[in-house]
């Protein structure tokens, strides 16, 4: 039941006070619900002026009125609305927020989160050492993510503590996979995963005892993980090669000149190239195409040019295996889609390196689209906006010109041919 009278509320929610309330609700909720202070209105018309008149007891003449809320507090008291200024309000409309109480209780929330955290490091075999203070403080000023509540964030530095006593306590085992410590601590397989908040803070620690950097790099972040023998998932993820001949006469190297000999393609996962010897020939020229069709062709073709697939956007495991053959001295020559993420990628791999352009020029492309269209085959528009090529100024003007994407299959008979000659 309402505690206002119905004539009473009607009046006091008429638009001649609307201003006044919403004035007052956001001082009241923001000052701790008190009474105090005062509010100050401007442009105030005249069905304002004159409704302000009869609530404060007062003649107002002027455009600006100043209203003290101690004052107002006590007129409604003393009205027919019986009640005092905040009751008044809640009839009107919502409760009030103590924003005040709010953020002090976030603060407390938030200051638990860390006192919870210095208190799980203090109980742990890992009290005594100078890195977990460190970690500690880095922790803290890097804060929680957002999203995730205190009573969550406390569970998952509980869980980081866990971890890295497991990995770096006085006690701890041997080798084991990620996923099943990560089973160990968090009860799910994944909760180690790369990206995770656990997976920083864990990362985080590890480096911290070695006196390493933090990788920013997925190659680093597994790295890290092998300095506590943890092993990560190094067998899902592949990069597509063809025609590899490397020297060496360990049975993984022999595996792979035997697949270039029979024209095989073969799926190199970051297991094989962290135990593979690749040394080929230096200055050996590496073909870098973006699309798999583009392996499929060259192994239907017997080509012999060695030819390595970033099957899209270069992952990871792609990038491992180019810098191992940069590091021999192999070159490079990329081709990708003529289109604006294709552009992009071409720009990436090019600069990291130095791969010279293959078939990827402005005049390659005029030459493929003409020819695309007399042909008659389907026109595929460009989507997004232009990216600039680093090796030939004229691509972009000329791609924005026909506004045509081309995929890589659209010059795949050019690539084989390419491919089919020793150099």
Not at 141 to 166: D, K, M, N, S, Y
Not at 278 to 292: D, F, M, Q
Not at 363 to 384: F, I, K, M, N, T
Request: contains cysteine.
């Amino acid at each position: 039941m309402s505690g206002l009278p119905s004539a009473t509320r009607d009046w006091l929610t008429g638009p001649g006070l609307t201003r006044l309330w919403e004035g007052v609700r956001t001082r009241l909720e923001s000052n701790g619900v008190q009474a105090t202070g005062s509010l100050r209105l401007t442009a105030v018309n005249a069905q304002e002026r004159n409704d302000l008149s009869l609530l404060l007891g007062k003649p107002l003449t002027g455009t600006t009125v100043t209203v003290r809320l101690d004052v107002l507090d006590a007129r409604l008291r003393a009205s027919a609305a019986a009640l005092g200024l905040r009751e008044t309000l809640e009839e009107l409309g919502p409760p009030l927020t103590d924003r005040r109480a709010a953020r002090a209780d976030v603060a407390a929330r938030r200051e638990q989160v860390w006192s919870s955290l210095a208190s799980s490091l203090d109980a742990s075999p890992l009290a005594d050492r100078e890195w977990p203070r460190q970690w500690y403080d880095l922790s803290r000023r890097a804060g929680v993510p957002r999203g995730v509540r205190p009573e969550a964030a406390i569970g998952t530095l509980r869980q980081a503590v866990h971890v890295l006593t497991a990995l770096l306590g006085p006690e701890r085992n041997g080798a084991r996979g990620r996923g099943e410590l990560a089973a160990m601590a968090t009860g799910s397989a994944h909760g180690l995963d790369d990206g995770t908040w656990l997976a920083r803070l864990v990362q985080r620690g590890v480096a911290l005892a070695h006196g390493t950097e933090f990788p920013d790099d997925a190659a680093g972040r597994r790295a890290l993980w092998r300095l506590v023998s943890v092993t990560p998932d190094e067998v899902s993820s592949t990069v597509l090669a063809y025609g590899l001949r490397p020297d060496g006469e360990g049975w993984r190297e022999r595996a792979l000149r035997e697949r270039a000999e029979h024209h095989a393609e073969a799926h190199l996962t970051p297991r094989d190239l962290h135990v593979l010897r690749l040394r080929l020939p230096a200055g050996t020229l590496i073909h870098i195409c973006e699309n798999p069709r583009v392996v499929e062709a060259a192994a239907d073709a017997a080509c012999v040019q060695p030819l390595v697939c970033t099957s899209g956007s270069a992952a990871t495991v792609v990038l491992t295996l180019l810098d191992a053959l940069a590091a021999t001295g192999c070159r490079f020559a990329y081709h990708g889609d003529f289109d604006w993420p294709g552009i992009a990628l071409a720009n990436r791999v090019m600069r990291r390196y130095e791969a010279l352009p293959w078939r990827m020029g402005a005049a390659d492309y005029e030459h493929l689209a003409a020819r695309s269209q007399a042909e008659g085959v389907p026109q595929l528009a460009l989507d997004g906006p232009p990216v600039g090529a680093d090796w030939d100024p004229d691509l972009a003007p000329a791609m924005t010109a026909l506004g045509v994407a081309l995929h890589e299959e659209a010059t795949l008979e050019l690539l084989v041919d390419d491919l089919s000659h020793q150099v």
